[in-house]
């Protein structure tokens, strides 16, 4: 017996039936947490007191779930977590515990409370412990209660049909996404009536970074969170540096809890062209290309039906490009867009929300203290002083970047020196004109930057070639020379730090630094004035094309995940590094950049990378280059991706320009499609066998891998012989040798295949071996994707029928959480055969039709099932709804899932309870 066993028999001897069983329950089961509120300052504050109250917090737990055939089969210190037959039974139970625990007598210490989590799922006990995503689920659900609440998941909801709930709507639970929780009540219980609380608050995806607090704009935030609440587009205007983008990014962080899908923050600053803003929207929301539809359409679709606050900051430069996706975006649910600009976007009904300077009286001396201090920490403005302050702050308008560009001068001036210099500079550059806010900051920018020695210019103006943050490494690659020694790079940066003209953050383990957006404008225009930008911008080029190389080596190493993480921190600098090549007529650079980011855009289903080699070809003349062929093969994985028909067109056009083929792409995508099933046996013979042949000791890992994969999956699913193993062996070689995760995830997709000839056991724990690698990469890792697909298809027709419901819609909901539209349908087939099984004909017929209807054919076994069912009315079953989406079709089958799944722990229930009544 194990020592947790040994304790729970302590603790329920002399309990109703307090006899723990030897094996705990297996198949669809339903879990009950509890946690007590506040125990850590209970302890700390009466020690004594709570050994008393958590031994009565164990009797009383534990009775209560006896009490209603629940098994207690873990001890968390302060809670519990126990194990139902039924959602009923385990409701009962948290009804009885939560009274049992209001009407118990605490004595001096006072009342417990406990909050309670409720779920249910399929699960297989280890020992006597739970492990699983049901176990994760029902921690999540727990965590949002408060003391005396039960919140249950949307599944147990849905079989409650006895008890009384309060719908608390969609809540975000942490590593899991978005919940619908309920609440159980009971009139005999005391209700609390406190909000759900949010342990992991839902965070802003993209949100800048910002190491002070927003100093004088309480006003405004309250007024923008009432305003964002009632209105859909706001947009807030103002002169640069007045604080817009600090303020859209505070507010969104501090309304992010009212939106159920959470938030996102897109910076507009380091895109140069219009076209590139669905990228750079795309990338931050996590939207991908879908079959069919634009980009800007895909992003439409990712956020129909989404609760969701997107913010877009400083749009003025790209208006044209913003407002056509905002006006997309129009019917898009409930999707809120705060916008920030210079100017008025041009929506209709769009909401200006003024963002004023701060007040020079006020907010405005006591932005500039606390900015001085942190230069100078003796520095004092007492008296005449602090007067002085107040007139340095009212002559820069109150304008906050302004402030902080004349506050990082103290160290080297008194407020009497710097107010003297300020009005001298103002008086020169506007030679007796006056000027607006904009003009002043303007004025201040061009008196910081005269400050400057020669080098902190020269650096000042070629750090404006950065899109987004960069490193210590880029600035002196990119930076250095022509008056700057590289080992005089770090100081300057530093100084430029302490004069903030650059800020910094930490991500990484390492310091970023960048430009703030009017900033690197102002260094962008000296930079041309110079004649010097593009010098720059090719350097800047170059540099990010050799920093893709180098992590394409780093992508088939041990240090692979080192290598997603360098490609994820620089993506703005390697899209601008592409613009800047096409743009420079550098076809080679622009083509071999593509090339080397293709395996870690197709592992990664970053499609954007891909769209380039196909925007290679529309702008320029390829014919004869030596990537030529690679580019069409890169054209023909994103058409695989996008569920194009071009996808062999274009491979085998590659393949006669060249036929080395020397990355793998165009046999990769040949090969692929056999995974949709759409090739004859011949055809995937002919493909795969030509992969291997063309490879060698000198060929990419990554296309070794996968092309002998292929060809374990090919001989598996067609021709089964032990040549299988001699390609396995060779992927395993390789996976090996070079230590890469994702080639060991390939390795065990390839494994799993000749395994299923020994049982199914074996070659599925092999396959989630692959998965669990892929997903320490990436939770949208494309080896998961196939491997989740696979899975189902060999279990789907022999395994546990509960097991094979669950794992459907368990795949299900992830394609569609990680907007893979085209993997979503990949699956229907699996799910068709699952439907059939329950007896739900007719929608599986629906699924094969949506799935052929957008590009996919299904494999013999599931067309096999339906038909079985239909006979003669397969093709018209499968054409009955020619209208229905993916989603809609994903949606329905999930519902149907669901359904079987409660109504089989109501079969479960009556069954258990029949025995114990006989």
Not at 14 to 41: H, K, M, N, R, Y
Not at 382 to 402: F, K, S, T, Y
Not at 836 to 862: D, F, I, K, Q, Y
Request: charged fraction near 25%; aromatic fraction near 6%; charge should be negative.
């Amino acid at each position: 017996m194990t020592v947790e066993r040994a304790r729970i028999n302590e603790i329920v001897i002399g309990a109703p039936d307090g006899i723990v069983p030897d094996v705990l329950p297996s198949g669809l089961v339903t879990f009950l947490f509890t946690d007590i509120e506040d125990s850590t300052p209970q302890w700390e504050a009466d020690p004594d007191g709570m050994v008393g109250a958590i031994g009565l917090h164990n009797d009383l737990s534990v009775r209560a779930c006896r009490a209603h055939r629940g098994i207690v089969f873990q001890h968390t210190g302060d809670g519990i977590s126990a194990v139902f037959s039924s959602p009923d039974d385990a409701a009962d139970a948290a009804i009885t515990m939560q009274r049992a625990f209001q009407q118990a007598a605490w004595g001096d210490h006072g009342r417990l409370k406990i909050r309670i989590g409720i779920h249910m799922g399929v699960v297989e006990p280890i020992g006597w412990d739970y492990f699983g995503p049901p176990v994760n689920m029902t921690a999540r659900v727990m965590d949002v209660a408060n003391g005396d609440q039960i919140a249950v998941s949307a599944a147990v909801a849905a079989y409650l049909r006895h008890h009384d709930l309060r719908d608390m709507g969609p809540h975000q639970l942490k590593g899991i996404g978005t919940e619908h929780i309920s609440l159980l009540v009971h009139d005999a219980l005391v209700q609390d009536d406190r909000p759900l609380r949010s342990r992991v608050e839902r965070s802003v995806r993209g949100l800048p970074h910002h190491t002070h607090e927003l100093i004088g704009r309480d006003e405004e935030l309250g007024s923008l969170r009432e305003l964002l609440r009632h209105h859909p587009r706001v947009t807030l205007v103002g002169p640069g540096g007045v604080g817009k983008t600090h303020l859209a990014a505070t507010v969104a962080e501090t309304i992010v809890d009212e939106f159920a899908d959470g938030a996102a923050f897109v910076s507009l600053v380091p895109v140069g062209d219009g076209d590139d803003v669905p990228a750079a929207v795309a990338d931050v929301l996590g939207a991908r290309t879908q079959p069919g539809l634009s980009l800007e359409q895909s992003i439409v679709h990712f956020c129909a039906h989404k609760d969701l606050l997107l913010v877009l900051d400083n749009c003025e430069h790209v208006a044209p490009a913003a407002r056509s996706l905002v006006l997309a975006m129009q019917a898009a649910g409930d999707v809120h867009v705060l916008m920030t600009s210079r100017e008025p976007v041009g929506l209709s009904g769009e909401q200006m929300f003024g963002v004023q300077p701060l007040d020079p009286t006020t907010h405005g001396v006591q932005l500039f203290m606390e900015r001085a201090l942190e230069r100078d920490h003796t520095f004092t403005a007492d008296g005449p002083d602090l007067g002085i302050v107040a007139q340095i702050v009212e002559r820069l308008d109150g304008v906050p970047l302004a402030i902080e560009l004349a506050a990082a001068r103290v160290r080297a001036l008194s407020p009497e020196q710097l107010l003297e210099r300020l009005e001298d500079r103002f008086r020169i550059l506007r030679g007796g004109r006056s000027g607006g806010r904009h003009q002043t900051l303007r004025d201040t920018i061009q008196w910081s930057y005269e400050q400057l020695n020669p080098q902190q210019e020269a650096l000042y103006e070629r750090l404006s070639v950065f899109s987004g943050d960069f490193t210590l490494d880029a600035v002196e690659a990119v930076c250095s020379g022509d008056g700057i020694d590289d080992l005089d790079a770090l100081d300057l940066v530093l100084e430029l730090v302490d004069k903030s003209m650059v800020t910094t953050k930490r991500s990484g383990g390492a310091m970023r630094y960048g430009l703030l957006g009017t900033l690197r404008q102002f260094a962008q225009e000296r930079l041309d004035d110079r004649g010097d930008a593009e010098r720059y911008r090719s350097r800047h080029a170059s540099f990010f094309a050799a920093l893709v190389s180098e992590e394409a080596a780093r992508m088939v190493s041990p240090k692979e995940a080192d290598a997603w993480d360098s490609l994820i921190r620089e993506w703005s600098n390697i899209r601008t590094a592409f613009d800047t090549m096409v743009r420079h007529g550098e076809i080679g650079g622009a083509a071999s950049l593509v090339a080397d980011l293709g395996w870690f855009a197709g592992l990664a289903m970053r499609f954007e990378a891909l769209h380039w080699a196909a925007e290679l070809h529309e702008r320029v003349d390829l014919d004869g280059h030596p990537l030529e062929g690679t580019m069409h093969g890169l054209r023909a994985v994103l058409a695989y991706f996008t569920v194009d028909d071009g996808v062999v067109e274009y491979a085998e056009r590659g393949l006669r320009i060249d036929p080395t083929d020397p990355y793998g792409y165009c046999r990769l995508a040949l090969s692929a499609v056999s995974l949709n099933n759409e090739l004859s046996p011949e055809a995937s013979e002919r493909f795969t066998s030509d992969w291997v042949a063309h490879l060698d000791a000198e060929s990419p890992p990554l296309s070794r891998v996968w092309g002998h994969g292929m060809r374990v999956f090919h001989i598996c699913a067609n021709a089964p012989s032990p040549a299988a193993l001699e390609h396995f062996a060779q992927v395993e070689a390789v996976a090996n040798e070079s230590g890469s995760a994702s080639a060991r995830a390939i390795a065990s997709w390839a494994g799993g295949m000749t395994k299923s000839f020994e049982g199914l056991a074996p070659a599925i724990a092999e396959w989630r071996k692959g998965m669990d690698i892929a997903q320490s990469l990436s939770p949208s890792h494309l080896v998961y994707q196939v491997t989740v697909g696979l899975v189902l298809h060999f279990s789907v027709g022999k395994g546990d029928l509960d097991d094979a419901v669950a794992g459907c819609r368990d795949a299900l909901e992830a394609a569609r959480s990680q907007h893979y539209l085209a993997g979503t349908s990949h699956l229907f087939g699996v799910t068709a055969i699952v439907l059939c099984r329950l007896g739900h004909v007719t929608s599986a017929a629906m699924l094969l039709g949506v799935m052929e209807r957008n590009g996919h054919v299904p494999r013999e076994n599931a067309a096999a099932a339906v038909a079985r069912a239909l006979g003669d009315d397969l093709d018209g079953a499968k054409a009955a709804n020619p209208t229905v989406t993916v989603e809609e079709a994903a949606a329905a089958a999930i519902d149907l899932l669901d359904t079987h799944l409660a109504e089989r722990a109501v079969d479960l229930r009556d069954a258990e309870t029949a025995t114990n009544d006989g």
